[in-house]
């Protein structure tokens, strides 16, 4: 088999969670690990490289690096930057994550050059929030090839509406096929027009159960107070985003072209501007092999072009 090899940047509650999933995955012969604070990247790798030597775990070569790591790399996965913090003296707080715009564009503008000098190959995959604004700044400033850099987006508010609506419907999250479009965060929309489970449609459903189910606006208030309730709880969110993006990295590292919501940079879609943001797309060994943008309906595009909107005023910010 060919030598596979990851570059983590980030090691924090995210990026230690994707390393965690990542030495699971059975998808890296290798993995470099960057982290900007003091002994982070050393620490999480060798803790790492130490588990190997408990029976039953792959062998991986786990290992602090630097980004001269990226130039023999077939991924890189990017964690760094600061979180949204929940507001200690208000328990339902909705922090909005646009607001890490300028620490993240500074993010952006020392990751990215550090890539650069080194590939224009690997797939590069970004989880750092304001994550579209992210996205659309690393396409902007830097000449990577656009199908070769994306964000893990409405991946996670994805799996978010299929347990919200799994949750209603009483069955399991991964019956429901449907997803979230948009920008990852509180504009995020839900298109519950494709929304089935096993091609039984919404409208559908709402006869199966019996009573009302929740409107459009309901189910996005509920997908997107999903995350909130988690980083109200500990403190931050790291689970979901990271099998997110070992989900991606599967269909990456083995070629499957599967279809997942992903953030990339648009080309007039829906008559939308230059834009970044999530809609379903195929994903292979090349990265983005072509986005699917479905029909939407009025509300849908409506607060789709929103959502278009909001993120292009974070961009402004960073
Ligand atoms: N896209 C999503 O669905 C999603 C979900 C959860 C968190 N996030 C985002 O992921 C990012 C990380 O969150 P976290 O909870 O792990 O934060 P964290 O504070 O726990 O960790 C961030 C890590 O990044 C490192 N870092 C900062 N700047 C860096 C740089 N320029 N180069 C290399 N490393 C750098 C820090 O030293 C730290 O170890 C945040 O932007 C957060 O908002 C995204």
């Known amino acids: 088999m060919e030598h596979s090899k990851l570059v983590c940047i980030g090691l924090g509650h995210v990026g230690s969670y994707v390393l965690t999933y990542a030495m699971e995955s059975g998808l890296f012969a290798e993995i470099a690990t960057i982290d900007t604070a003091p002994g982070v990247a050393h620490g999480e790798a060798l803790d790492q490289s130490q588990s190997t030597g408990v029976p039953g775990t792959d062998y991986v070569n786990v290992h602090a690096g630097d980004y001269s790591d990226c130039a023999d790399a077939d991924m890189i996965i990017v964690a760094a930057g600061a979180s949204i913090l929940p507001d200690p003296d208000d328990p339902d707080s909705r922090p909005d994550r646009a607001g890490l715009a300028k620490l993240s564009g500074e993010v952006v503008r020392d990751v ?158 829906y008559g939308l501007p230059d834009v970044s943001l999530s809609m379903p797309a195929v994903i292979g060994r090349g990265g983005i092999i072509r986005r699917m943008p479905p029909q939407l309906n009025n509300w849908e595009l409506e607060r789709l072009r929103e959502s278009a909107q909001y993120i292009l005023s974070t961009v402004e910010n960073m």
């Not at 347990?163 to 298109?191: C, F, N, R």
């Not at 494709?194 to 189910?213: A, D, S």
Request: charged fraction near 20%; proline fraction near 6%; aromatic fraction near 6%.
């Open 112 to 269: 990215m050059p550090g890539i650069v000098k080194h590939t224009r190959d690997a797939i590069v995959l970004f989880i750092t929030n304001p994550l579209d604004a992210v996205v659309h700044l690393a396409h902007t400033e830097f000449d990577y090839p656009a199908e070769k850099l994306f964000g893990t987006g409405t991946m996670l508010d994805s799996a978010r509406l299929r347990w919200v609506v799994a949750k209603q419907l009483g069955i399991d999250p991964k019956s429901v096929t449907g997803y979230m479009m948009g920008e990852h965060g509180l504009t995020a929309v839900p298109v519950l027009s494709t929304l089935n489970v096993q091609g039984v449609r919404w409208t559908e459903l709402e006869k199966w159960h019996g009573t009302p189910l929740p409107s459009p606006q309901e189910i996005q208030d509920a997908v997107v107070g999903a995350a909130y309730d988690v980083l109200n709880a500990k403190g931050w969110t790291n689970a979901g985003v990271a099998r997110s993006a070992l989900e991606i990295a599967r269909a990456v590292m083995l070629d499957q072209n599967s279809v997942h919501p992903v953030c990339t940079r648009l080309d007039g879609e």
